[in-house]
């Protein structure tokens, strides 16, 4: 597919624009396929789309994941595409992962000072803004059926063999900004791993034929 009138804030539209497709290795587009082929169905018979992102302490990559795709499918103005995220345990969404998308231009909002807060994060004037906080798969926040369930992380792969009402189940993983909290390269590295996925997911989205 590709975009038409968007009305992405312009800072995260500036950068979805600038994001390079071609540098996606052929090996990580065919781990991408299967997320592809199950849109793409879904679009070919104007059924809605449900994704839900997964991994261990659903804190980073996929928050991550989750407000790309939504932002993504945003831009190329698909409906009905309905984004989630979830771990295998819940734990909060990392402050680091709030900073980075803030740099990027989403608007960021913490609604609950807890210890595992509420966050609105917003990417477009108009749209309701995503919900973020860390919540397991059983979460009423999440799906119960009819979605595909992304593993963002080796030990929720591991960890999750099936996902209860998942209509297919596909790792899709990213290296962890984990590794890099409390170094001088930590803001660096989130950043990087944030424009990776939004990156890949962008390659997803727009090989959709309408």
């Known amino acids: 597919m590709t975009p038409t009138k968007s009305t992405l804030f312009p800072e995260i539209e500036n950068l979805t624009n600038s994001l390079n497709v071609q ?3 052929e090996d990580r587009k065919a781990i991408l396929q299967p997320l592809i082929e199950f849109m793409q169905l879904k679009l070919s018979n104007d059924q809605t789309i449900r994704i ?7 804190s980073r990559r ?5 407000i790309w795709a939504q932002t993504i499918a945003h831009y190329f103005e698909l409906k009905n595409v309905y984004c989630y995220s979830a771990g295998t345990e819940a ?3 990392f402050p680091m992962v709030a900073e980075t998308l803030t740099d990027s ?6 609604l609950s000072d807890t210890s595992n807060p509420v966050y609105s994060i917003k990417y477009a004037e108009n749209e309701h803004p995503i919900i973020g906080f860390s919540k397991t798969l059983d979460h009423d926040f999440n799906p119960k059926s009819d979605f595909i369930a992304i593993m963002t992380c080796d030990s929720a792969n591991e960890a999750c063999p099936f996902v209860t009402g998942a209509e297919k189940r596909v790792p899709i993983t990213f290296e962890d900004p984990k590794a890099f909290d409390n170094t ?10 944030s424009l ?3 990156t890949e997911l962008h390659y997803a ?6």
């Open 91 to 93: 734990t909060a969404l």
């Open 184 to 193: 001088p390269q930590q803001k660096e590295k989130y950043m990087e791993r």
């Open 52 to 58: 839900n992102f997964i991994c261990t302490h659903n």
């Open 205 to 210: 989205f727009s090989q959709l034929k309408p």
């Open 23 to 25: 540098s996606i290795s």
């Open 196 to 198: 990776q996925i939004a």
């Open 62 to 66: 996929s928050h991550l994941s989750q």
């Open 105 to 110: 231009g989403f608007q960021v909002q913490k």
